[in-house]
């Protein structure tokens, strides 16, 4: 979908058009919900619209806008933007802030707004004028592009109407989200005596809110590992196709204490957001646990099989192998591969891979995979974990533990492991944050979060293809460490550098609908003139009267619109080359008499077809 670049204050804003929300102005309706072409109002006053998401019945935006405007009840219909990396809704109210440059006439100006039908409201000076657009006018942001682009327009602003603040995101309320880092480093531990490097951290919570939200429940988040509690007040909402290899169903074992790895994995990726406990990075996802890893070729390709046959979105895979003598062989590398191409009907599963905590110089054999994530570790203080293995198929990192740990939900059966002295079985203070909570850690935590980002970004751009979803990840990651650490961009460490989930779904939000770098939607310009083109070129006293035209920056254009006037009234065409703010400007003039009355003659015959002028004294262009 192409886009559109405006003026908006010092800057400039790059738009695209929201795929669902119109607004709305209604001459009689008070409730546009009871109507059978609203699908839900979303919101009653902005611009002057009401903001609402029309039951398209498998039209398209355009088509069903079309087709409501043409209702005898509506006044009037728009389209809804969104902002470059942003959800927000943007209602162009019809209203045009145009200042002139200086050197520019009344008639010149009047001619500028003749051209694209539009009416003054207010006029601020000589040159500040409020325009608003008309009937016979294109869309306020296309007019406001076109008229930027004239050489008699310093500045055509459109205005547009948003919300101040972001909406309608709110904070999760789960008490031990201010525990969880890693979302969000504040510089500190709120019940301990630690400090950490703030801004350390995945950029999780500004990511929820650029998108207005913690993601879609239309994503499947597949954790393939062992030892998922079922019941914990985190997880249990939110299971879809659960599948259990040991024993070929949905019944998935439980209960096992030297299996509980999946429970706090699964947390730190999709742990819901219910009011109590801790959040996952993508709250909203569906969760799909695949029990079972096993290093069987049969076992491998039936776990990725099935996660392609039943909709999973996004693969987290906590375990791996650094033993050479249980290297991938090339058919267990062929089932990744088939996961990473033909699942989500052949965009790909997004699976992400942890590089292992071995402190090696070479990486988890299914992390080196190609077409997977390869995630290593860092810490609350942006630092290298020690214990993440390094290599060159290391793709980004993102924060565990090493300096503080994760905080992650807990099995109701998991009997806790030593933490360092081997004094405390599941906090590392001693300090207990609930029963079904625990410190947590190692790559095996930094991959769930990095699925649950990859679910953020699906969730705002869902027809991303895997490959796109890492190149995402890889552009957008923050370079921690020393610059030394990094070749072409590249640390053995951090590998691209540490997630930034802001960063992320901006990026997917900005490829959304298209090309980042979509030319606007304006009229096209006669290119560069090129052709065979006959000059009788001779110097015009100033003196007499003509009908102007307009006035053009580009040489191809004036080209074009001479030989087209010559054609159709068969009188000389005058240039008037001249510099207005340091670049050059070709007045276009037609016709040159003596008397004004001829002038005003050709001015009415222009009119009739269609050609907009006013009549101008020859000797005021000099």
């Known amino acids: 979908m192409s886009k559109l670049k405006v003026k908006s204050g010092k800057g400039e804003l790059v738009l695209r058009k929201s795929n669902n929300l119109v607004g709305l102005k209604t001459k009689k309706i008070k409730k546009l919900s009871r109507t059978k072409f609203v699908k839900e109002e979303v919101f009653k006053n902005l611009g002057g619209f009401n903001i609402v998401d029309l039951e398209k019945e498998g039209k398209s ?40 440059n200086d050197g520019v006439s009344d008639e010149e100006q009047q001619l500028s707004l003749d051209e694209f039908h539009l009416k003054i409201v207010e006029r601020r000076d000589k040159n500040k004028i409020i325009a608003s ?118 019944n998935l074992m439980q209960g096992d204490p030297r299996f509980t790895h999946g429970t706090p994995c699964a947390s730190v990726a999709l742990a819901a957001s219910n009011g109590s406990g801790i959040v996952g990075v993508a709250p909203k996802a569906k969760f799909m646990p695949v029990s079972g890893t096993s290093f069987s070729l049969r076992a491998t390709e039936q776990m990725f099989d099935y996660c392609i046959e039943n909709g999973a979105d996004v693969i987290s ?3 791996g192998s650094t033993d050479p003598a249980f290297d991938l062989s090339p058919m267990k590398e062929e089932a990744i591969a088939r996961a990473a191409r033909k699942g989500r009907k052949g965009k790909g599963c997004v699976i992400i891979y942890a590089v292992g905590n071995d402190d090696l110089d070479f990486v988890s054999f299914y992390s080196a995979h190609p077409d997977v994530i390869a995630v290593a570790a860092s810490t609350s203080r942006d630092e290298h974990a020690s214990y993440s293995n390094r290599g060159r198929e290391v793709t980004v990192c993102a924060p565990s ?14 009997e806790g492991v030593s933490w360092e002295t081997g004094e405390y079985r599941f906090w590392r203070d001693g300090k207990s944050r609930g029963s079904r909570y625990k410190h ?71 490829l959304k609908d298209g090309a980042a770098d979509v030319k606007p939607e304006v009229a096209k310009s006669i290119s560069t003139g090129r052709g065979l083109f006959r000059f009788s070129v001779k110097r015009q006293e100033s003196k007499g009267y003509g009908v102007q035209i307009g006035a053009f920056a580009e040489y191809g254009n004036v080209l074009i619109q001479v030989e087209k006037l010559e054609r159709m009234f068969n009188v000389p065409v005058i240039v008037n080359i001249n510099e207005l703010n340091g670049k050059t400007v070709y007045k276009v003039v037609v016709g040159a008499y003596s008397r004004i009355a001829d002038a005003r003659s050709l001015h009415k015959k222009m009119t009739q077809r269609g050609v907009n002028g006013f009549v101008r004294n020859l000797k005021d262009l000099k």
């Open 61 to 100: 935006v355009d088509d069903k806008l079309d087709e409501v405007r043409a209702k005898r009840e509506i006044e009037v219909g728009t389209h809804v933007y969104h902002a470059e990396g942003s959800n927000r809704p943007l209602v162009p109210t019809g209203e045009i802030y145009i200042i002139f």
């Open 133 to 250: 657009v008309t009937k016979k006018s294109l869309n306020p942001l296309k007019v406001a592009a076109r008229m930027q682009e004239t050489s008699l327009v310093k500045l055509a602003e459109p205005d547009i109407d948003t919300f101040v603040d972001e909406y309608p995101f709110s904070k999760p309320s789960d008490g031990l989200l201010d525990h969880q880092w890693h979302l969000q480093n504040n510089g500190r531990v709120v019940d301990a005596n630690w400090s950490m490097k703030k801004g350390a951290d995945s950029k999780v919570i500004d990511a929820w809110k650029r998108i207005g939200n913690t993601g879609s429940a239309r994503v499947v988040i597949a954790i393939i590992d062992n030892g998922f509690d079922l019941t914990h007040p985190d997880l249990k909402g939110k299971v879809h196709k659960p599948f259990d290899l040991w024993s070929q169903s949905s």
């Open 317 to 319: 895979c906590s375990w």
């Open 401 to 414: 533990n090493g300096d503080w740990p994760i905080t992650a939900a807990r099995a109701w059966w998991d």
């Open 440 to 510: 947590f850690g190692g790559t095996s935590s930094a991959c769930p979060l990095v699925a649950g980002i990859c679910a953020l970004i699906l969730s705002v751009n869902p027809d991303l293809t895997a490959k796109q979803v890492k190149e995402i990840l890889i552009k957008t990651a923050d370079k921690i460490g020393r610059p030394s650490e990094y070749v072409n961009g590249h640390s053995v460490k951090y590998g691209f550098g540490r997630v930034n989930a802001d960063k992320a779904v901006a990026e997917a939000i900005r």
